[in-house]
């Protein structure tokens, strides 16, 4: 006899865990944690071995868009150079310029051998304190010292200093000022259009290939305009 119901639920959880798990999962998820760990698999251990070496890229060998053009002379300004050159359509032993040369995207990535020795040029952080030596160096120095030395260098400095002396020197100076592009010249025809002084770089090759006369700008060739080739803005 008796009527049956569904017991309440307990205000707190039971002491001890039940004898079997529940049929299916909480709606919900535990408010806190829970009081030990997990019969989960922890995090795996890490590698046996270090990932791959870092890769550098390499132009596509013999790869041009032009006579005597190719991907060195991109490097001058990709930014435009690659457009112009992929613009035109230029497929050169079965590649494009985004894929031969590694200023547009292409090229081929390798890792690169050890070096046997250690490199000769110089490190691009100077250290904190100037190295001394009794004799002068025979090179000179890529910027200039803080006061200025006793006598002069036996050689003359690559670039002329930012700032002009506090003093005048001895004797004048066996070279000119420093050269001028005219910043008004650009290219005018095909795809080269639009390319001026400043995008050649120091890319010589440029100024053969735009030397013609349909490249002209105001009456002015590229050996007239440009210093790289020759030219000022005063010619």
């Known amino acids: 006899g008796g009527k049956h119901v569904v017991p309440p639920p307990t205000s707190s959880p039971t002491e001890i865990p039940t004898s079997s798990p529940t049929a299916s999962p909480t709606k919900i998820p535990t408010m806190s944690p829970s009081k030990g760990p997990s019969n989960s698999p922890i995090t795996p251990p890490p590698t046996g ?134 910043h008004e010249w650009k290219s005018t025809f095909g795809i080269f259009k639009g390319i001026t002084c400043k995008d050649l770089g120091q890319e010589k090759s440029w100024c053969d290939t735009l030397g013609g006369k349909e490249y002209e700008y105001k009456s002015k060739t590229i050996d007239q305009a440009c210093c790289l080739c020759g030219g000022s803005l005063f010619q």
Request: a negative charge; glycine letters at 6%; charged letters at 15%.
């Open 49 to 182: 071995r270090p990932t791959m070496s870092p890769t550098v890229c390499i132009d596509e060998p013999g790869w041009t868009f032009s006579t005597n053009l190719g991907c060195a002379q991109i490097d001058a300004d990709p930014p435009l150079f690659c457009k112009s050159v992929g613009d035109s359509g230029v497929v050169n032993k079965g590649k494009t310029v985004y894929e031969a040369c590694c200023s547009c995207g292409g090229g081929k990535h390798v890792v690169p051998p050890p070096t046997s020795s250690p490199t000769v040029s110089p490190t691009a952080i100077p250290t904190i304190a100037p190295s001394f030596s009794i004799e002068p160096s025979s090179q000179p120095s890529g910027t200039p010292t803080v006061s200025p030395t006793t006598t002069p260098s036996s050689i003359p400095s690559p670039s002329p200093t930012r700032n002009p002396s506090k003093t005048p020197s001895w004797k004048p100076s066996p070279s000119p000022t420093e050269c001028i592009d005219d």
